[in-house]
């Protein structure tokens, strides 16, 4: 790190777990954001501002009026941009020495076949299954970590998949896929802005812990926010051995 670097990161080295030593692990980090929406908006900007020196930036969708309640990745004057380049011109304002890649698509398995075993770690901030069962099977398939996060109306959640380990569940583990699952979307049902920060926040820290090694990830934790009353509560879970994504490790 230069002279520079020591200063802007200094917080974070101040910090005996993090250090120079977990600080330029960030730097050297490559990390994968699907959704460039309401939880990346707060996910992507404080993995940046910590300096996460490479940050694949992928979304398929536009940037419209009623985004903008909720997703500060993006502005006024940038409707009608791809999100995802709205998103890479905000984390260069952020921090300039972060390469930021945007991918304008929707990752199918094929794609993702490409980027996933280049990254290091994958942050789901989506809003559909499909999706989230995909990136789930690219990082059972090359073992790595997935930290997921999804809110709704008052209720938010977020959970670590360290798929490094062979004692850690999948996300197919939790959710099981064609289940019939009912699938509910902020545009129909609604979202209280500060939630997605709050959870889009939380995915980041535990993205940093696991890129750092640093604390204990929420690895079969999932952490569940009632905006509401403000009440946190955690609900464990165990590896499916018969879990038709990971049961073969």
């Not at 404080?46 to 996460?52: E, H, I, K, Q, T």
């Not at 500060?72 to 009608?80: D, V």
């Not at 199918?108 to 994958?122: C, G």
Request: one cysteine or more; proline letters at 4%; a negative charge.
């Amino acid at each position: 790190m230069n002279d520079a670097q020591l200063l802007r990161y200094a917080r974070h080295i101040l910090l005996d777990e993090v250090g120079i030593e977990g600080q330029q692990r960030l730097l050297e980090a490559r990390v994968l954001i699907v959704g460039a929406g309401g939880l990346g908006s707060p996910a992507a900007s404080y993995l940046a501002a910590s300096g996460v020196g490479h940050i694949i930036l992928a979304d398929d969708d536009e940037v419209e009026l009623s985004n903008l309640q909720r997703q500060l990745l993006h502005t006024t004057a940038r409707l009608g941009w791809p999100k995802a380049e709205s998103g890479r011109h905000m984390l260069a304002e952020i921090n300039p020495e972060v390469q930021v890649r945007a991918e304008v698509a929707r990752l199918d398995a094929a794609r993702l076949e490409q980027i996933v075993p280049a990254v290091d770690l994958v942050l789901d901030c989506t809003d559909n299954f499909a999706t989230r069962h995909a990136l789930n099977r690219a990082c059972v398939a090359h073992r790595k970590p997935l930290v997921s996060g999804a809110a709704i109306r008052y209720a938010g959640q977020v959970s670590v998949y360290d798929l490094r380990s062979d004692a850690s569940p999948c996300y197919h583990c939790l959710f099981p896929e064609n289940e019939g699952a009912r699938e509910i979307s902020c545009a129909t049902t609604g979202v209280l802005a500060p939630l997605v920060g709050i959870i889009g926040s939380t995915q980041a820290a535990e993205a940093i812990k696991v890129l750092t090694g640093v604390g204990e990830p929420l690895v079969g934790r999932l952490l569940c926010l009632d905006a509401l009353s403000m009440r946190w509560h955690e609900i464990a879970y165990q590896r499916d051995p018969g879990c038709a994504v990971c049961g073969h490790r």
